[in-house]
């Protein structure tokens, strides 16, 4: 075979294994995910954005800024990627911080809290 066939070949593997990884590999963390919005909706993300409660975002207390990540409710098995761009939460026992917009395409805005497993999608 050529060298880009095999090429090819072992790049689509590599990317299916960490496609499958973000899905079905071990979870980077689990706990309490718990969501913000109203109060810090305008103001500055310790990474320097603008919080949009709306919007689809996290933040985490040690990630690094940038760092996508797959949040799976492990009670309902649903699941969202964020981006982490603050820091947070700031309550003992929780892992994450959703925005309000997070939270409501998970369906977590009426239970406030849920258990959930973070896996790595991609490292900034």
């Known amino acids: ?12 593997f590599i990317v299916g294994v960490a496609v499958l990884f973000s899905f079905f590999g071990p979870y980077h963390e689990t706990g309490i995910a718990s969501w913000y919005g109203p109060g810090f909706d305008g103001n500055r993300t ?36 964020v981006r982490i761009n603050d820091r947070g939460p700031f309550i003992e026992g929780r892992i994450i911080d959703l925005s309000k917009g997070a939270a409501e395409k998970l369906g977590m805005v009426e239970r406030g809290i849920i258990q959930v497993g973070l896996r790595i999608v991609r490292w900034p």
Request: no cysteine; proline share 2%; net charge negative.
């Open 46 to 81: 310790a990474n320097g954005e603008v919080y949009d409660m709306n919007g689809i975002s996290a933040a985490h207390k040690t990630l690094p800024f940038g760092t996508v990540v797959r949040v799976i409710d492990l009670e309902t098995g649903r699941s969202i990627v």
């Open 1 to 12: 075979m050529n060298e880009t066939v095999l090429y090819a070949i072992g790049t689509v």
